[in-house]
């Protein structure tokens, strides 16, 4: 049986802390979370597709019950902060984008993320440099103990990690790609994502030596031959697709790659996009033309066993809520593998 965030109020358990829930065997919170609908594993990035409304490990947690779904493709501050990563320092609060509306304004910019590149200052980027340093010398003595508890606290609740998103750079040492492939190990994480880039030969030594596979992410800058080179590489180089991107980079429909390499999609972000690298493209699902319908029930047909991972891209209308949008992805899902 279900339960969703209303029946725990109705039986009294919606004003418990999260925490105490958890900590009780066979809570009834353990049941909150599906998994699969129809056979296919429907889950989240998190904290992305949450849009600043859920940025801890718990608050996340809390949100993927109140979906009702089973799983996460978890990127790595939530985590990493909760294993007893230092902080990153405070973020310069941005207004929203041009148009995003006095809503977005109310809550941090709910319009679709902008992904424009700006160029960095010198002090920015001796501030990025000086982060990574930090960061880097965390790594190399983090306590993997850490990240098995957090796996535990989300695998008592019903969900699942299924992936993890850390960027792993030229510049990196050896020791910092076995810490985060081990990392994804004590999450319960079957492979890691990030973005496709020309260092995917490199990567994927370290994920056979790792028998974790990396799924590498796409946005439009890609074509169907964009992963050739990194699946000759390495067997445990992999495809985390994103189906709108990868509709709007061809204008076409992405089944056809799907059907051809299915075996080697780790993950698929779904998002709703129209034709060509129009960023005001992003649509509430089922107005775009990425055929999100098909590509569910083809992976229901066939029987795939890669996760379709939620992302909210489309900008949330001023009369609703990213909580409101996230639940409408997961009725589509539900309907379109009924």
Known sequence: MTYARRDLLKLGLGALPLGHLLARPGSLLAAAAGSTFGGVEIGIIAPYAFRGTARTAEEILEGVVELGIGGVEMQS????????????????????????????????????????????????QAARKARAEEMRKWRLSAPMDKFAELRKMYNDAGVRIYGFKLALTEAMPDEEY?????????????????????????????????????????????????WDAALAQSPYNGINLDAGHF?????????????????RITSMHCKDRKYGDDRTNNMPWGQGQTPLREILQLMKREQYEFPATIELEYPVPESSTVMAELKKCVAYCKEALA
């Open 77 to 124: 501050p939530p985590a990493e902060v909760f294993a007893g990563a230092p902080p990153a320092p405070p973020r310069r609060r941005q207004g929203p984008p041009p148009g995003a509306g006095p809503a977005a304004a109310a809550t941090g910019g709910n319009a679709a993320p902008q992904r424009r590149r700006r160029e960095l200052t010198p002090e920015q």
């Open 178 to 226: 076995d810490y985060c492939f081990e990392a994804a190990k004590a999450l319960g994480a079957s492979h890691v994502t990030m973005e496709l880039s020309d260092n995917t030969e490199r990567i994927g030594k370290f994920a056979s030596k790792h028998e974790v596979y990396v799924g590498y992410h796409n946005h439009t800058q890609v074509d169907a031959h964009s």
């Open 247 to 263: 509709t709007a980079a061809i204008s076409a429909s992405p089944i056809p790659f799907i059907k051809k390499h299915h075996a």
